[in-house]
Structures are given as C-alpha cells and as structure tokens.
C-alpha cells in the first residue's frame, strides 16, 4: 500500500484527505475479440530494499512467495527459477492450483497460484509450459499418448475390462494401435 494526498487536476480533493492506494503489476494480452488483464500480485515494488535471495541485488521490481517467510526473487532471478524448473520437469502439477512451482527454498503453503506470473519466461517457454501441464495432466488422468510419430496426441482411454489388447483410435490422426 501506498500512502498520499489525494488530486484533482488543478486541485486537492476532499480537503487534503490521505489517501492509501494498491498497486500492481498486470499482465495485458489480446487475441483478435478479447483483451484480458490480469494482476500479477506477486510482482511487487522493492520498497523495503528486500535484497534477491538467489543473487543478494536489490532491484525495484521483486517476485514475492506467498510463503511465511515471503522470500523474494529479482525478475530476472525468478525468471531463471522457473526456466530451469521447466527445462528439468520439475513443476508440480497441484490438483487445486495446476501446474506449479514452490517457494525455492521449499517453504509449506508456497506454491504460485496465477500461471499468468510464467509469462516472464517469454512466449515460447510458455507454451512448453502449456504443454508440459497438459502432459502431466493426461499421465495422472490415466492417460496416454498416441505412438504416431509426429502426433502424440493425449488420450484418456474409456476401456471396458482395461484388457491390454483393446484397440484405442486416436481422434487427431485416427491411427489405430493397442495399449
């Protein structure tokens, strides 16, 4: 929260009234029929001069877990956290939150619950990221993946008896193979 006066354009209002305002971070994107703008409330300005507890700097924007302890990350530090946490499939998949990371310091109540604070890592980190929680999703369903080489579509196979012989047809590329 910041506090301050309170202005019009050309004058106070509400007689020199303090003021507390909140401010954070967003996240802004657009397809072609909608625009969406989510609050990274996590992202937080370094008004404490809270130094990074990856590389010790003390930067203006910081990333703050939601752990007791509320250790912090640089921008730049958190973004290689998770880079290197999805490179090395090492999320979490949280059946309430999705697909997650933790405090790094492995603090309880910790996990990140708004996928939109992995934007930072860029676009197509990003979509591997999608893809990587869909994977995982798909596994712990019971699912598997079709065996055509350059499909891999996932599949949550319904079979009757879950006799190994039962025949699965792949709705994306309809190739025909036993589980």
Known sequence: QIKGKCFNSTQRCNNNEDVSMEFFFKFYTCTENNCECVALYQVRINGKNVPCISC???TERIFIFECQAKHSLCLDCFTSYCLSKLNERQFILDDTIGYT?????????SRIKCCH???????????????FAAEEYTLSSGGIFCPKPQCGAGIVPDIPGSSLCDKIICQDCFFVFCV
Do not use: A
């Open 101 to 109: 990371l933790e405090c790094p310091m492995r603090c309880e109540d």
């Open 56 to 58: 010790l700097e003390i």
């Open 117 to 131: 604070h992995f934007y930072f890592m860029g676009i197509d980190s990003y979509c591997k990221y999608q893809r």
